[in-house]
């Protein structure tokens, strides 16, 4: 097997988390967990398979999108993770690069992420954004995987903590009118950047991945109980952060009263939770999260719930990474749940590495009302979730034929779905 370093640097960029990150360079698979509950895993097939869908191709000529946001006027509002946002028009015309995008640094996973439209955008033209800023003084560059890995987890914590590699930014701007440009950009918040999400209230939840960097840890896990300081965790593992609009903190957030927690903190204990969206039943937020090698996962967001990164997942550290020769070695703990921890709603083994995230509300899919969609990007599918309540009743993948990743997802005030797959736009209707 290959150390990582070996394998060509444009691999690492088209593969991104996944791969690499999802353990498919890895040996032997890893053991199969159980689970907590009937249902947490393997749910069967619907009953009813979904009827066959019509696929049309908005464009091919995208490099690396990660985000799509639904402009009111029809266009479409495209981030790629090399650092640029693009206007696609249902024509299938694609714009130069934006002006006005901050600087980027593009390592490993990190990148330019997500995009979303305020609310009243058709009135003030405001949208959010997350991306990974580089160090002050360096340069928007793109850059081996192994700076934000194997060059940082192989130093002593005091040595990466005087190591700045670049912060996770969340940021607010106007989309000119023209849709040329951002203006008034404005940072909002740091320590996050992978999905926002609006709540019913009107503040923002941002996803944020495990900053490993900053603690005594692997990017894969510990190999140690991690409990003696449970701050570091609410600092550090995969967080969701809670701001207003405006990068204020609400002043109900869970953490407020504890000062050696960061005040945006909302809930902790992921590990890359890279899809979000709000259940419409109910409000709240599910979101996916990558586990390392197997343990990928649905949670429900709490106000200051942990749950369990680094101390317990369903996967397990990377064989590949090793060099003692174990496989399979578990992270944290050893145990897959504890007493305080959330269980999530499901997990898949194998990986499927969970992207985006969608809860059906349109008319146009009748028999898909309610259920909740994951991109997989191992899994090269459209996952179909079948949600009774709080639990995974039935699961189906869509678009398998296709064999490529699907990145985004996003629902058209009409009801069709607009997919990021590959290098395409694509729009999903019946057929």
């Known amino acids: 097997m290959k150390s990582p370093a070996s394998v060509p640097i444009l691999l690492f960029l088209l593969i991104g988390q996944t791969g690499f990150a999802q353990g498919r360079f890895a040996g032997d698979a890893p053991r199969k967990p159980k689970p907590a509950f009937p249902g947490q895993t393997e749910a069967p097939k619907p009953a009813k398979p979904s009827a066959p869908v019509k696929l049309e191709s908005i464009t091919n000529r995208l490099t690396g999108p990660w985000s799509v946001a639904l402009l009111p006027n029809g266009h479409f509002l495209v981030t790629e993770s090399l650092g640029l946002m ?86 607010r701007a106007r989309l000119s009118e023209d849709e040329t440009s951002l203006e008034e950009v404005t940072t909002l918040a740091e320590g996050a950047e992978r999905r926002i999400v609006f709540a019913p209230d009107g503040t923002l939840y941002v996803t944020g991945a495990d900053r490993f960097r900053f603690y005594d840890s692997k990017y894969d896990g510990v190999e140690h109980d991690f409990t003696e300081n449970p701050d570091i965790g609410r600092n550090f593992s995969g967080r969701v952060l809670r701001i207003n609009s405006d990068g204020s903190i609400p002043k109900d957030n869970p953490w407020l009263s504890r000062a050696t927690v960061a005040p945006e903190t909302f ?93 059906y509300t349109g008319d146009l899919f009748p028999e898909w009302k309610g259920n909740l969609f994951v991109g997989g990007l191992d899994a090269q599918a459209l996952v179909r979730l079948v949600i009774r309540g709080d639990r995974v009743v039935a699961e189906e993948r869509l678009l398998t034929d296709r064999h490529q990743r699907v990145r985004d997802i996003r629902q058209a005030p009409d009801g069709a779905i607009y997919l990021l797959s590959g290098a395409e736009l694509l729009r999903v209707t019946p057929k």
């Open 86 to 171: 693009r206007i696609v028009r249902p024509d299938g015309v694609v714009s130069a690069p934006l002006a006005g995008v901050p600087g980027v640094k593009v390592v490993a996973a990190q990148g330019l992420h997500d995009v979303a439209l305020d609310p009243a955008f058709a009135r003030n033209r405001w949208l959010y954004f997350t991306y990974f800023a580089p160090p002050r003084g360096e340069k928007p560059a793109i850059w081996p995987v192994e700076f934000f890995y194997q060059k940082v987890w192989t130093k002593p914590l005091a040595e990466r903590r005087l190591t700045d590699i670049g912060t996770e930014r969340v940021a």
């Open 267 to 359: 809930a902790h204990g992921l590990r890359d939770p890279e899809g979000a969206a709000l259940n419409p039943a109910t409000g709240e937020l599910w979101v996916t999260d990558h586990g390392p090698q197997g343990g990928d996962e649905i949670n429900i967001i709490r106000a200051g719930k942990n749950y369990g990164w680094p101390d317990v997942s369903y996967g397990t550290q990377y064989d590949f990474q090793r060099t003692d020769g174990r496989k399979n070695v578990p992270v944290g703990n050893g145990k897959t749940s504890m007493p305080g921890v959330e269980e999530p709603v499901y997990f898949w083994f194998p990986d499927i590495a969970p992207s985006g995230m969608l809860f």
